[in-house]
């Protein structure tokens, strides 16, 4: 199965410079809002919203967007194809289908591949890393909802052990997997053995930890009642608000320095990038705290 055809961005990019942080708005001009989630060298993919509220996926390389529709993605309002990470020429995401069954996806570049956990009745793939896919799927368990590690044959369960109410795994680097885990919403790396918890900036009571590039962690809090982003380098919080917000600005990926993710403006979702400084240049965070609630909602059909 192949794409639909290119659409040519129509919409001029803002740009704008906040605590050194330097924003850019990146809205598909099919749509009604958009949301930017993940990012490989020059390459973006997200999603849009369209006038009858279905949802599209997208591949943006930096002047065209290229539709990503799942063929077997359902067209009723809220059903839809959403694209989440990207590695090289690979995309995964996960599309909703006539029945309102979450189903993830692998994108080639030419085939749509269907990834279903068997462990859940439901699964949404986030974040791919060479041959490794990470994601979650509902579970009937004491786990609502589990993580998973697909390494193109085999599921693995990603349970954080404070996760008493579940695990999403949203993002892979190597082998070192980000997410978050409830109840008590906080950030979480695992590399393969150890669980550590990201507990965000200093006067964060929870955190959501969304991609990683390297040694960098993308991710949000909430210093209540908005939602803010986060670089972490193991050391500092830098803040990621984009100065045309009304409301929330939630960092969804990053790849080197640059983050994407979305801005509200109204009731409105406005994706955007970022090229964040190094922490001797930039602003560092003591703010806020996380509000599960606030961080959940924009996510269309989150698990938990």
């Known amino acids: 199965m192949r794409a639909g055809p290119i659409v040519l961005i129509l919409t001029a990019l803002v740009v704008s410079r906040a605590s050194g942080v330097t924003y850019t708005t990146l809205d598909n001009?099919?749509?009604?809002?958009?949301?930017?989630?993940?990012?490989?060298?020059?390459?973006?993919v997200g999603f849009y919203v369209d006038s009858s509220n279905v949802n599209h996926g997208f591949l943006y390389n930096g002047s065209t967007f290229t539709p990503l529709d799942d063929p077997l993605a359902g067209t009723g309002a809220s059903q839809g194809t959403f694209?989440?990470?990207?590695?090289?020429?690979?995309?995964?995401?996960?599309?909703?289908?006539?029945?309102?069954v979450d189903h993830g996806f692998l994108?080639?570049?030419?085939?749509?591949?269907?990834?279903?956990?068997p462990a859940g009745t439901g699964t949404q793939a986030y974040g791919i890393s060479g041959n490794k896919i990470v994601g979650a799927s509902n579970v009937s368990s004491l786990f609502s909802v589990s993580g998973f590690l697909f390494d193109g044959t085999n599921y693995s369960p990603i349970n954080d052990p404070q996760g008493l109410e579940g695990t999403i795994a949203y993002g892979i680097?190597?082998?070192?997997?980000?997410?978050?885990?409830?109840?008590?919403?906080?950030?979480?790396?695992?590399?393969?053995?150890?669980?550590?918890t990201i507990n965000g900036p200093p006067s964060a009571d929870?955190?959501?930890?969304?991609?990683?590039?390297?040694?960098?962690?993308?991710g949000s809090y909430l210093d209540n009642p908005t939602a803010f982003g986060f670089v972490y380098d193991g050391s500092h919080y830098t803040k990621v608000a984009d100065p045309l917000a009304t409301?929330?600005?939630?960092?969804?990926?990053?790849?080197?320095?640059?983050?994407?993710?979305?801005?509200?403006?109204?009731?409105?979702?406005?994706?955007?990038?970022?090229?964040?400084?190094?922490?001797?240049?930039?602003?560092?965070?003591?703010?806020?705290?996380l509000g599960v609630a606030t961080l959940m909602r924009r996510k269309p059909r989150p698990i938990i």
């Not at 001009?29 to 973006?44: C, E, H, K, Q, V």
């Not at 994108?107 to 279903?116: F, I, K, P, R």
């Not at 403006?265 to 965070?285: K, W, Y």
């Open 29 to 44: 001009p099919a749509g009604t809002s958009t949301t930017l989630t993940g990012i490989s060298g020059n390459n973006i």
């Open 83 to 100: 694209a989440e990470g990207i590695d090289g020429n690979n995309i995964v995401g996960y599309y909703v289908d006539s029945s309102n």
């Open 107 to 117: 994108y080639d570049g030419s085939t749509y591949t269907t990834l279903d956990d």
């Open 173 to 196: 680097s190597g082998s070192t997997i980000v997410g978050s885990f409830q109840p008590f919403q906080r950030g979480f790396t695992y590399d393969g053995s150890t669980y550590t």
């Open 206 to 218: 929870l955190s959501q930890a969304r991609g990683i590039s390297g040694d960098k962690i993308v």
């Open 247 to 289: 409301g929330d600005t939630q960092a969804l990926g990053i790849f080197g320095n640059t983050v994407v993710g979305f801005y509200e403006v109204g009731n409105v979702d406005h994706g955007f990038m970022a090229t964040v400084p190094e922490p001797s240049t930039a602003a560092l965070l003591i703010l806020g705290a």
